[in-house]
């Protein structure tokens, strides 16, 4: 089974990123296919590189990391929920004028079409937050 994975909370604020990350772990320890884990609204927090939570809390950006370089995933960053919370990548940052880039590795920025196109060719589009 194929699926697209769509988180809506941010990592410290809300189980869902938790709880989503936990899921696409047991998908692909089952032998399922991820074709996307698109981050929405509060969502695109978890690809900061620039959060540094306390040392004996988990590091939920490195861990979609670590996974996403494991397993080949494509993690999407909404671009208009990032740049409303002032995250950018390299190229974007360029265009606003600005001088530094906060996209963790493996993440990537891009629009609403890769949702729409991940839950086109998944067999499942499932949804993390509100």
């Not at 950018?88 to 609403?112: H, V």
Request: hydrophobic share 40%.
């Amino acid at each position: 089974m194929k699926y697209t994975i769509m988180v809506n909370e941010g990592p410290y604020q809300h189980q869902s990123a938790d709880t989503a990350l936990q899921f696409a772990r047991a998908v692909l320890e089952k032998g399922h296919e991820i074709f996307r884990v698109f981050f929405y609204h509060d969502g695109v927090n978890n690809g900061t590189r620039l959060s540094v939570p306390p040392a004996d809390d988990r590091l939920i950006q490195k861990s979609w990391s670590e996974l996403a370089e494991k397993h080949g995933l494509d993690l999407v960053i909404c671009i208009a929920a990032a740049q409303r919370r002032g995250l950018m990548d390299a190229d974007e940052a360029k265009r606003q004028g600005l001088d530094a880039n906060n996209i963790a590795p493996g993440f990537r920025i891009s629009g609403l079409g890769q949702l729409v196109e991940g839950g086109i060719q998944s067999d499942r589009l499932v949804v993390f937050g509100d």
